[in-house]
Nanobody, 120 residues
Framework: QVQLVESGGGLVQAGGSLRLSCLAS????????MGWFRQAPGKEREFVAG????????YYGDSVKGRFTISKNNAKNTVYLQMNSLKPEDTAVYYC?????????????WGQGTQVTVSS
């Protein structure tokens, strides 16, 4: 059974940092693009960052460039999202996802999400 399990969310003050983890299991993700998305109440889902599992190429949404860093640990089958200089507008449920193309994420795998709350 394929699973993506997020962890590391919580409450942090503005300017602080958090590191999210996504443990992937149930299949090989070698050919997949791994991504982080977020969704705040009343807003559409937003792409945050992506990384190719094999090549390590990284991609970022404009709102997080320079503040967030996506990385991976192949041995641990885990993808990370290091979030620095957090702002209240970063408050959202953060989801880990995996897709073969990195284009049609809805056809891929998704985790259950982890809540990140940034207080002002």
């Amino acid at each position: 059974q394929v699973q993506l399990v997020e962890s590391g969310g919580g409450l942090v003050q503005a300017g602080g940092s958090l590191r999210l983890s996504c443990l992937a299991s149930g299949r090989s993700f070698t050919n997949y693009i791994m991504g982080w998305f977020r969704q705040a109440p009343g807003k559409e889902r937003e792409f945050v960052a992506g990384i190719s599992w094999s090549g390590g190429n990284t991609y970022y949404g404009d709102s997080v460039k320079g503040r967030f860093t996506i990385s991976k640990n192949n041995a641990k089958n885990t993808v990370y999202l290091q979030m620095n200089s957090l702002k209240p507008e970063d408050t959202a449920v953060y989801y880990c996802a995996a897709d073969l193309t990195g284009i049609n994420w809805n056809s891929g795998y998704w985790g259950q999400g982890t809540q990140v709350t940034v207080s002002s």
